[in-house]
């Protein structure tokens, strides 16, 4: 029988939120939730990241009391249920405290650490994996004609810079992932020279995390609207695997898995 393993792990999307860009309001609710994450887990996800705040472009921030009210029952629900590590979504040092009570195993910040408080409290949890994701700009204004004099340099001394500061601080290197952030104050352009330079990231030395699932880099290279981009998602997701991520985090994990399976066996070259 034939191995089907992958050696690219796929993470599931479960955003806790009203208005996050593909699933807003599908799964804010707990039990809307946990059926959500029992299809992921059944289809082959080997992480759940779970966020109560969206980070579309031009969204806006909710408070601290609402984030931890979005994520910690589900968190919760989901430790109970599942025999899969959990990643959170956040970028904020107190809903990051108080996730970590329930063992986590990351937290991914699209701030790359950067609230008051966050390197050193992920240096005190030794066992919690990291992601810093770059991103130009914040939410609400990082699409207003991003600027680069060379996107995948620049990316890359953003992230190096930020490794370094989280090893000072006293964070393990072998805790840390990366993300060029696609879509975080990136155009289009931006995007696909990102993708297609993706080996550079190697450089650092350091696991990559990679989320393309749905965007609109997909969408405006295929004219689909949000619902529609699952094809152009899985060719993204397939690209980034061959060019080296570890993991890949989506909306439809089902289809990411199968195509993951099939990146395993053209890597290994064989199958068997």
């Not at 970028?91 to 996730?99: D, L, P």
């Not at 701030?111 to 914040?138: F, T």
């Not at 990316?155 to 696609?182: H, M």
Request: charged letters at 25%; proline letters at 3%; glycine letters at 8%.
């Amino acid at each position: 029988m034939a191995d089907t393993r992958t050696h690219v792990e796929v993470m599931g999307i479960l955003n806790a939120t009203p208005d996050s860009f593909s699933d807003g309001g599908k799964f804010n609710q707990v039990d809307q939730a946990l059926r959500q994450a029992e299809q992921m887990v059944q289809d082959g996800a080997a992480w759940l990241d779970v966020g109560g705040e969206s980070t579309r472009p031009g969204s806006k921030g909710v408070s601290v009391a609402e984030e931890l009210d979005r994520v910690l029952p589900i968190i919760e629900k989901l430790q109970a249920n599942f025999d899969v590590p959990i990643s959170v979504d956040t970028c904020k040092t107190a809903v990051m405290a108080e996730a970590l009570k329930l063992n986590i195993a990351m937290i991914n910040d699209i701030n790359a650490l950067r609230d008051e408080g966050a390197e050193q409290l992920l240096a005190s949890s030794p066992e919690v994996k990291v992601c810093l994701m770059h991103m130009q700009g914040e939410p609400r204004t990082m699409q207003h004609e991003p600027r680069y004099d060379d996107v995948v340099n620049e990316v890359k001394q953003f992230l190096d810079a930020r490794v370094r500061a989280c090893v000072n601080a006293g964070i393990q290197k072998n805790n840390i992932y990366l993300d060029p952030g696609f879509g975080f104050g990136k155009s289009v352009r931006h995007n696909y020279q990102l993708l297609q330079r993706l080996q550079a990231m190697h450089d650092m030395q350091l696991p990559l995390l990679i989320g393309m699932s749905r965007k609109s880099m997909i969408g405006q290279v295929t004219g689909r609207e949000v619902s529609e981009r699952l094809a152009g998602s899985i060719a993204a997701a397939t690209i980034a695997a061959m060019k080296g991520a570890q993991i890949i985090r989506v909306h439809d994990v089902k289809e990411t898995v199968d195509a993951m399976k099939v990146v395993a066996a053209t890597l290994a070259g064989e199958f068997a």
